[in-house]
């Protein structure tokens, strides 16, 4: 049977932290735990059923470098947490660079959203086995924990799986950028070494959908206005008793003085008895209608293009100086997931 996971990852946001002679600011490809990025970049995206192109604002994991803009609007009427104080444009360090952060156990991407297809790979496999058992029309809703709310930043449904070994990663070498930046540099990580065996998963796209089903990430298309916009949370009726139809699918939540406070920040609350893919195709259509509200559908993101950014002895800047909350202070220093 077909599952719904409500999976909970790290949801600060990346700052910058490199400033280089052009008075660029830069986040430097991530060591640390992971965080997000409020991001502007091409893509493709369902607006009133129909599929378009153009630049995107949306709310995604991308652990290799960027250039950061700070938002004018923050501090003034952005004063919630769960809004964007900066702005990313992401880039890829030249090939041969890549090739130095792969043996060097730098954080990986996942989910990943770039490319043909969106792609799940290992994220909290080792420690929740069910989460190497999804079957195909499976949906998943990437978020975290803010203000005390679920906030989505991506809905991925199921299309196919390939059982993988760490240390046998190369018969995807055909995945490009993909395989370069996610499988190769996790590869390295002390993280991989008892983990075992995972599950590597294509998401359903608009032009190859499950059940009528297809991956999505909530944006609002760019038109030289640099918004931040908060992650998406149910409203408040989705909590309410009279509708149990859908909030059965998270995890413990109450009503404390009249707002709804979610009890887990982290791990996976996963729902496969009892659930037909039927139901599942209920619940993300239920999630498009909530979510078409305000947003657009994001539903394709090109690979960032290479760029030659020199930044002088990449690892002090990262772990010399405690300049922000996110500075590490060893080499690698981060959480296995």
């Not at 809004?83 to 992401?90: A, G, K, S």
């Not at 008892?194 to 999505?216: H, I, R």
Request: hydrophobic share 30%.
């Amino acid at each position: 049977m077909p599952s719904i996971v409500q999976f909970f990852h790290p949801g600060l946001e990346h700052k910058y932290n490199f400033t280089n002679k052009e008075n660029q600011h830069i986040r430097t490809w991530n060591i640390c735990d992971h965080r997000r990025k409020f991001m502007v970049h091409d893509g493709q995206y369902i607006e009133n059923n129909i599929k378009k192109n153009g630049k995107l604002l949306f709310w995604c994991e991308w652990e290799p470098p960027s250039i950061v803009e700070r938002l004018s609007q923050y501090g003034k009427t952005f004063t919630k947490k769960e809004y964007p104080e900066y702005l990313h444009y992401p880039f890829l360090p030249p090939v041969d660079k890549i090739k130095e952060y792969q043996k060097s156990g730098y954080q990986n991407t996942d989910p990943f959203i770039f490319g043909n297809a969106f792609r799940y790979s290992n994220c909290k496999q080792a420690y929740y086995p069910s989460l190497k058992k999804l079957e195909k029309g499976s949906l998943i809703l990437f978020g975290s924990r803010v203000n005390f709310r679920f906030a989505i930043d991506t809905v991925f449904v199921v299309n196919e799986f390939e059982s993988y070994t760490v240390s046998l990663i190369n018969k995807f070498e055909n995945l490009g950028i993909f395989y370069q930046i996610v499988l190769k540099t996790f590869q390295n990580t002390k993280c991989n070494s008892s983990q075992g065996e995972k599950v590597l998963y294509t998401g359903a796209t608009y032009d190859q959908k499950v059940n009528g089903m297809f991956s999505f990430v909530p944006s609002i298309k760019y038109e030289g206005e640099k918004i931040g916009f908060p992650r998406v949370i149910m409203p408040d009726k989705f909590y309410d008793e009279k509708f149990n139809k859908y909030h059965k699918y998270f995890s413990r939540w109450s009503r404390e003085n009249g707002k709804i406070t979610e009890k887990a920040s982290r791990g996976i609350k996963i729902t496969t008895h009892d659930v037909s893919i039927d139901e599942i195709r209920c619940f993300w259509e239920y999630l498009m209608e909530v979510i078409s509200e305000n947003y657009v559908l994001g539903v394709s993101f090109k690979n960032p293009e290479h760029k030659n950014i020199t930044i002088k002895d990449e690892k002090a800047v990262l772990c010399s100086k405690k300049r922000n909350k996110q500075t590490c202070s060893g080499l690698p220093v981060r959480t296995c997931r």
